[in-house]
């Protein structure tokens, strides 16, 4: 008998940033559409708040980063350099700011569409969600996914947790944050073929 799949719950998200991040690596992000996609996350960010000068709630709430102040478990998808989206997840308690991003994930359903998404039929697997963008694009995320529910009834995304923690965590600097005393909240599975291009000092 296969062993029993265990779901993460909102209470998951309900902590730090920089706690839950390295705790999503491993975990299988599902969407139950047809064909189902699903991929293993393999690189995430966190995100602070007002402590956070990398972080879009560092100036307080606005109309684009309310979602962020909302409870744990929400999705905050954003647009950046005008022509890509990035998925993040909102973690803490309403009314106090933080999320993880989704930077790479290793595609394990629905590849073939995942390759139709990003417009690129030869692509190989370990290049069609290393990059926050990618993922986005892969999984046919944009702004109509911004402030979706994951634990929400009509929701059909689930994350499937990874009980098995046979990997090595590294962590660095976060990918494109220019500052003076830069946190080492990039969290990603060691000697992962699937995680970003990215060279950086790391762990």
């Known amino acids: 008998m296969a062993p029993r799949k265990k779901y993460l719950e909102r209470n998951f998200f309900n902590n730090e940033p920089e706690l839950v991040a390295p705790k999503l690596l491993g975990t299988t992000l599902v969407i139950e559409s ?15 708040g007002a402590l956070d000068i990398a ?29 890509h989206w990035c998925a993040n997840i909102t973690c803490l308690k309403e009314g106090v700011p933080g999320a993880v991003l989704l930077r790479a994930g290793m595609p ?7 390759r139709r998404n990003r417009n690129r039929g030869d692509i190989k697997d370990q290049d069609i969600a290393n990059g926050p963008a990618k993922l986005c694009q892969a999984l046919g995320v944009d702004g ?14 689930k994350m ?37 291009k ?6």
Not at 108 to 114: F, N
Not at 144 to 157: E, K, M, Q, T, V
Not at 163 to 192: A, C, H, Q, T, Y
Not at 198 to 203: F, H, P, R
């Open 55 to 83: 972080s879009h709630a560092y100036r307080g709430m606005t109309k684009r980063n309310k979602v962020m102040f909302g409870p744990p478990g929400f999705l905050y998808v954003y647009f950046t350099y005008g022509m």
């Open 34 to 48: 047809s064909p189902k996609l699903a991929l293993k996350l393999v690189e995430v960010e966190a995100y602070g």
């Open 108 to 114: 394990t359903e629905g590849i073939a569409l995942m």
């Open 198 to 203: 990215y060279k950086a000092q790391v762990e």
């Open 144 to 157: 109509s996914w911004n402030g979706l529910d994951l634990f929400g009834s009509a929701c059909n995304i």
């Open 160 to 196: 499937i947790a990874n009980e098995n923690k046979d990997f090595e965590v590294g962590r660095s600097n976060r990918i494109g944050v220019r500052e003076e005393s830069p946190l080492p909240w990039r969290f990603f599975i060691k000697n992962n073929m699937f995680v970003s």
